[in-house]
């Protein structure tokens, strides 16, 4: 017959089976939060793929904002040389 270790009274329960008994619940909850990670390590991935691809966007946005302002602001000059302003 095995008996659970929880289901005695705690005068029973010598110091040292109750340190093994906390570290086992320790352990438990370990891996749940181990398994929660795991399963949603996929989701980072995609994550950090979307996350990369934004960053190149923007990248790829601020030189045509660059290159459009550089234009802009030299038909603004040409328009002043030609109004005299």
């Given at each position: 017959v095995v008996t659970d270790p929880t289901k005695r009274s705690s005068a029973q329960?010598?110091?040292?089976?109750?340190?093994?008994?906390r570290l086992e619940i320790a352990l438990a909850s370990l891996e749940e939060v181990?398994?929660?990670k795991v399963a949603i390590a996929p989701?980072?991935?995609?994550?950090s793929k979307d996350l990369d691809t934004a960053k190149q966007k923007i990248a790829d946005l601020q030189m045509k904002n660059l290159t459009i302002a550089t234009r802009l602001d030299k038909a603004?000059?040409?328009m002043k040389v030609i109004t005299g302003d």
């Amino acid at each position: 017959v095995v008996t659970d270790p929880t289901k005695r009274s705690s005068a029973q329960v010598s110091p040292v089976e109750k340190a093994k008994m906390r570290l086992e619940i320790a352990l438990a909850s370990l891996e749940e939060v181990l398994k929660e990670k795991v399963a949603i390590a996929p989701e980072t991935d995609d994550l950090s793929k979307d996350l990369d691809t934004a960053k190149q966007k923007i990248a790829d946005l601020q030189m045509k904002n660059l290159t459009i302002a550089t234009r802009l602001d030299k038909a603004i000059d040409k328009m002043k040389v030609i109004t005299g302003d």
